[in-house]
C-alpha cells in the first residue's frame, strides 16, 4: 500500500509561484506514474500533469507551459512547479500513484494541499 503526503500549498498574488511536494512510501517509487489533480469548490477533480516512471510529462491544456512535474526517485518524491498562477488555479491540489500493472488497477491519494490564488 501506498502512503502519499502532499504539501506546499498556501496563499498567492496572480503571477505569484508555488511548489507542491509529494511524499511517498514504498520501495518500488520509481515505478509508479505520478499525478497531480485539482478540485476547485463545484466542479470535478481534474488531472492537471502527469508524470511516468521513464520521466514523460503530460498537462492539461490550461496549465501547459506555466506549470512543471517532476520527480526525485532517490527522495521517493514527486514535484509540481506551478508558475504565473492565475486565479482559476485555486483549488486543492491532490497528488495521485497509479499502479496499472494489476487487475484492477490501484489509485492513491494524497490528502490535498490548498491553493488559492487572489489579489
Known amino acids: 500500500q501506498v502512503q502519499l503526503v502532499d504539501s506546499g500549498g498556501g496563499l498567492v498574488q496572480p503571477g505569484g509561484s508555488l511548489r507542491l511536494s509529494c511524499a511517498a512510501s514504498g520501495s518500488s517509487f520509481s515505478r509508479y506514474r505520478m499525478g497531480w489533480y485539482r478540485q476547485a469548490p463545484g466542479k470535478q477533480r481534474e488531472l492537471v500533469a502527469r508524470i511516468t516512471s521513464g520521466g514523460s510529462t503530460y498537462y492539461a491544456d490550461s496549465v501547459k507551459g506555466r506549470f512543471t512535474i517532476s520527480r526525485d526517485n532517490a527522495k521517493n518524491t514527486a514535484y509540481l512547479q506551478m508558475n504565473s498562477l492565475k486565479p482559476e488555479d485555486t483549488a486543492v491540489y491532490y497528488c495521485?500513484?497509479?499502479?496499472?500493472?494489476?487487475?484492477?488497477?490501484?489509485?492513491?491519494w494524497g490528502q490535498g494541499t490548498q491553493v488559492t490564488v487572489s489579489s
Open positions: 495521485n500513484v497509479d499502479i496499472v500493472v494489476v487487475t484492477p488497477p490501484q489509485t492513491y
